[in-house]
């Protein structure tokens, strides 16, 4: 059972353009939502984290929206740059079971120049 | 300073075979997590480490897979009676402490079971 589902599976940009990947959840007890970025042969790297008593975080091009009542947030990446082309994951991290984090079946972005 | 490091970073087996994958956390980090990442998939959480207990098995899939952390640094993942369904990335995450955000993951140990 997928505890947070992801879409979409790959997604192509123009340079410039924005990116926009969305991510669900129905466990209440979530209460922190990290995005990584992976790109190919290297492990996940903290891109952008979010508590739910927050609606946005930007850092940068990268913003997080956050809908508590829908139980949805997204990542948007501004400006995106061919470097951005990576694999993107969101995830979520309950505070009743430990510290494991359950990350969403990955975003492909690709960037074209 | 020096990340999370893994190794091997690829390692063929048969299977039947036993395997260990060994993880170096973070210096300082007390927390040590393993995550398995098949093709095109998630990583999904495998056990926790805080220091040299196992706090959540609750991941592993069976008693084949196995992983201890005996001095609270270099955490080793064991499976025994490899099975070709086992193939995947094994990644390992470190923290400065259980309670902390952020998980920092090494570049991961390719497995492939034959």
């Known amino acids: 059972q997928q505890q947070v589902k992801q879409s979409p599976q790959s997604l192509i940009v123009q340079k410039g353009g924005i990116s926009i990947i969305n991510c669900a959840y129905e466990?209440?007890?979530?209460?922190?939502f990290p995005w990584y970025q992976q790109f190919p042969g290297k492990g996940p790297a903290l891109l952008i984290a979010?508590?739910?008593?927050?609606s946005e975080k930007k850092e940068g091009r990268f913003t997080i929206s956050f809908n508590k009542s829908a139980k949805q947030f997204s990542l948007h990446i501004m400006d995106s740059q061919p470097g951005d082309s990576a694999t993107y994951f969101c995830?979520?991290?309950?505070?009743?079971?430990?510290?494991?984090?359950?990350f969403g079946t990955g975003t492909s972005l690709t960037v074209i120049p | 300073g020096a990340g999370v490091s893994q190794t091997p970073s690829n390692k063929v087996t048969e299977k039947g075979k036993y395997v260990e994958l060994r993880c170096d956390p973070i210096?300082?980090?007390?927390?040590l997590y393993w995550y398995r990442q098949s093709l095109g998939q998630g990583p999904e959480f495998l056990i926790y480490?805080?220091?040299?207990?196992?706090?959540?098995d609750s991941g592993l899939p069976n008693d084949r897979f196995f992983a201890v952390r005996p001095e609270g640094s270099v955490s080793t993942l064991k499976i025994q009676r490899t099975e070709r369904g086992d193939s995947a990335v094994y990644l390992c995450?470190?923290?400065?402490?259980?309670?902390?955000?952020?998980?920092?993951f090494g570049p991961g140990t390719r497995l492939t079971v034959l």
């Open positions: 995450a470190s923290s400065r402490t259980s309670g902390s955000d952020e998980q920092f």
């Open positions: 480490f805080q220091g040299t207990g196992a706090a959540d």
């Open positions: 210096s300082g980090h007390t927390a």
């Open positions: 979010i508590r739910p008593d927050v």
């Open positions: 995830a979520a991290r309950a505070w009743n079971t430990g510290n494991q984090f359950y």
């Open positions: 466990n209440t007890a979530f209460d922190y």
